[in-house]
């Protein structure tokens, strides 16, 4: 049984940084796709990050040069590093993973297993 769960989640001021992370059991981090994504209420899921098992990276436009994705193997955890945060970031941020092979499904926003979600709020 696959399970993820994220943390690292909490309140702000804008400019500020967070470290997100998500720990998997029942899947290997260094053979499966990983996304992250965020909601926003009353907005649709938007995935704003993604690692593939090649090494791989992705942002969305929005936080491109802010946020980064790394992946520790040994500890079977990816994070996102999140920098210059904007109140505009404030969603709840959930991470999804897929076994490989999944480039293809994940580069269309498919992932087979999803976290709880982890809320981060900034303040103006």
């Known amino acids: 049984q696959v399970q993820l769960v994220e943390s690292g989640g909490g309140s702000v001021p804008s400019g500020g940084s967070l470290r997100l992370s998500c720990a998997a059991s029942g899947l290997t981090y260094s053979s499966a796709c990983v996304g992250w994504f965020r909601q926003a209420p009353g907005q649709t899921r938007v995935r704003v990050a993604a690692i593939y098992p090649v090494g791989t990276i992705n942002y969305s436009d929005s936080v491109k040069g802010r946020f980064t994705i790394s992946r520790d193997n040994a500890e079977n955890t990816v994070y996102l590093q999140m920098n210059s945060l904007k109140p505009e970031d404030t969603a709840m941020y959930y991470c999804?993973?897929?076994?490989?092979?999944?480039?293809?499904?994940?580069?269309?926003?498919?992932?087979?297993?999803w976290g709880q979600g982890t809320q981060v709020t900034v303040s103006s």
């Open positions: 999804a993973a897929a076994r490989a092979p999944c480039a293809a499904e994940a580069s269309r926003g498919r992932y087979d297993y």
